[in-house]
């Protein structure tokens, strides 16, 4: 290795270290679950995960997976226009459409490039402007960047005032795409949707949802986002990931039209340069999917269970950010504040991750606590005052 670079990336490590900002990598050795096996502390209680419906083990989703392997094999072994697509994609890109209320569906092996192929295909062939909320994911951030847009605006986080004085601001005739995530990673709040599916009418701009933290968490059945708000339907392009309520594998999906879905499938980059979603993965998901359908019953426990969380650290005089979604985050002020608190609570046995800038802006580092259905009420009473001893301490 040259000399040179690695003498300056132990420099950046060790600032790291004397900071206290450090990311520690905490290996498992079990399912993911409310009760997982950590290297070095045992088992412990996970309020960090994003398995929000209690799937990624669950038999069913688990035995579809080694099904899925026995008939497809390990993977793809190719992109999709050349030979990487299988039935199993179809079959579960079909029930994705029908369950976020599109027409359509593709998957990806990410919702990461699954944002990207949906905002580079919406700006490639015409001139067009992207109007982004200034708290959206990071993936979505990158997505703009790599597309170049003839135009782009970052406006205040869910100010639908700030976004209507943007989208007057865009030249008549080129296209609008305004971006939004449907539930933001790290506040836990939900965007107004009404509001900004009526302005984008109102500005013929095409609206894309990024839905991943809604897909399973939100709505009478899981459904996501425009569910929660008796919009289904109503949403131009939903983008969203098989990697948290539906199972946890990994792989993302763009939905939509069908003309949308088959552009994408002609020019977006991550579906022609890389290889399919394992079969394995895509098997498992639609399996997770199946089971959601028949028991809507675990939205409504994820429900309980994060309203318990909110309730009991406010009640016990914290101050967790208010939301109607799975994540339940707590302000801490600086990183090494939210990292010390993290690592305090996992010598309790207690897995939750503190984040911090640049993630976060500075100040407004904080411990996320992410509630699950598989939750019991006595794990959920356990987070609470372990949380709430650790952060007042």
């Known amino acids: 290795m040259n000399a040179t670079l690695a003498t300056e ?11 206290g900002t450090r990311k520690r990598l905490r290996p498992l050795g079990s399912p993911q679950g409310p009760l997982v096996r950590m290297a070095g502390h045992g088992d412990v209680l996970v309020l960090s995960s994003n398995d929000y419906l209690g799937l990624a083990a669950h038999p069913e989703v688990v035995e579809a997976g080694i099904e899925g392997l026995r008939r497809y094999g390990a993977g793809t072994a ?3 226009f050349i030979c990487g697509l299988f039935d199993c994609h179809l079959e579960l890109e079909q029930a994705l459409a029908g369950w976020v209320g599109t027409e359509a569906a593709l998957t990806f092996t990410s919702a990461w490039a699954a944002n990207e192929a949906a905002i580079g295909a919406l700006c490639a062939g015409r001139e067009t402007w992207v109007l982004s909320d200034e708290l959206n994911h990071a993936s979505i951030v990158d997505a703009i960047r790599r597309a170049r847009p003839a135009g782009k605006r ?3 986080h869910a100010d639908m005032a700030a976004l209507e004085a943007a989208l007057r601001e865009v030249p008549a005739g080129v296209r609008r795409v305004v971006v939004s995530d449907g539930v933001f990673s790290m506040e836990g709040d939900l965007v107004p949707l009404p509001r900004l599916v009526e302005l984008c009418r109102a500005h013929d701009a095409v609206l894309v949802l990024d839905d991943s933290h809604g897909t399973g968490v939100l709505g009478e059945r899981g459904r996501g986002t425009p569910e929660q708000f008796g919009l289904l339907g109503e949403v131009d392009v939903i983008v969203s990931t098989l990697g948290k309520a539906l199972g946890g594998a990994a792989g993302g999906f763009v939905a939509g039209s069908r003309e949308l879905c088959a552009v994408l499938e002609q020019r977006a980059r991550p579906q022609l340069f890389s290889n399919a979603l394992p079969p394995t993965v895509a098997c498992s998901a639609l399996a997770a999917l199946r089971v959601l359908e028949r028991e809507p019953q675990r939205v409504a426990r ?4 994060a309203a318990a969380l909110r309730d009991g650290l406010a009640a016990r005089g914290l101050r967790p950010l208010p939301g109607d979604s799975g994540i339940v985050p707590v302000i801490v002020g600086e990183t090494a504040t939210a990292v010390a608190v993290s690592e305090r ?14 993630v976060v802006p500075e100040g407004t580092a904080r411990v996320r606590l992410q509630a699950s259905a598989a939750l019991s009420a006595a794990q959920v009473q356990q987070a609470i005052e372990a949380v709430t001893s650790e952060v007042q301490r």
Do not use: K, Q, W
């Open 154 to 156: 970052v406006y205040a």
């Open 302 to 305: 994820l429900r309980t269970n």
């Open 345 to 358: 609570l996992l010598a309790r046995g207690l897995f939750v991750t503190g984040f911090g800038h640049p």
């Open 9 to 19: 990336l132990s420099a950046e490590l060790a600032a790291l270290d004397a900071a």
């Open 78 to 80: 190719s992109v999709r």
